[in-house]
């Protein structure tokens, strides 16, 4: 086997040759003479199919380390929505923006299990691209900004009552399992719903008495 990995116009080669009497394979880089043995993990690692290397989550951010959120909805509920963090005390806030709207508070319980649902996004089985999978109108586009500087964008399709899932600049197209989908969307429309009105009732007289 020869493996060759570059970045810009570098890159590097590695032969994979026959096993020792352990069963490790010996190994060279191409620039150098030097002879060595690989793990016997890392050799079967080695053999995977391609598929087995992608990245299955859609998202690198993590709820923690979420700054700013927006997210696009296409279809029923359609809008977008952005959701930015504050600290204040050193407690973290999170508010919510309408496109065209007025900024309002978010429930930090249910923003946490927002980010959760979003996190947990993740592809099952990766697809061949010429497949239909409704990406070119996406269903939801969410943008992430996290850790103070780093930035992703996934969207997710639906055709044929399937989900998929991509990642901004990356090739890789995968299914999304349904559940996921819905809990993220459900999860959405909780974020967003008004909190309740504050109570009107007034004491019982006799508790007022006492």
Do not use: C
């Amino acid at each position: 086997m020869q493996i060759t990995v570059g970045a810009d116009s570098n890159q590097a080669t590695t032969e994979i040759g026959g096993t020792n009497p352990e069963g490790q394979h010996y190994a060279r880089d191409k620039a150098r003479s030097m002879v060595f043995t690989l793990d016997t993990t890392l050799a079967d690692d080695l053999t995977k199919g391609f598929d087995e290397y992608y990245k299955k989550d859609l998202f690198d951010s993590r709820p923690f380390s979420t700054d700013r959120l927006t997210i696009r909805r296409t279809g029923e509920g359609a809008g977008s929505w952005s959701f930015a963090k504050a600290s204040k005390d050193g407690v973290d806030t999170w508010s919510v923006t309408p496109e065209g709207g007025q900024a309002a508070e978010v429930d930090r319980t249910k923003m946490d299990d927002l980010l959760s649902k979003l996190s947990a996004l993740r592809v099952a089985t990766f697809v061949d691209r010429s497949r239909r999978t409704g990406l070119d109108a996406p269903l939801l586009t969410v943008s992430v900004s996290y850790d103070s500087g780093k930035f992703e964008r996934v969207r997710i399709g639906r055709a044929d009552a399937a989900y998929f899932g991509s990642r901004e600049g990356e090739q890789p197209v995968g299914e999304v399992t349904a559940d996921e989908v819905n809990a993220a969307i459900a999860s959405l429309d909780a974020a967003l719903a008004p909190p309740p009105p504050p109570s009107t009732a007034t004491p019982d007289a006799d508790a007022t008495k006492k």
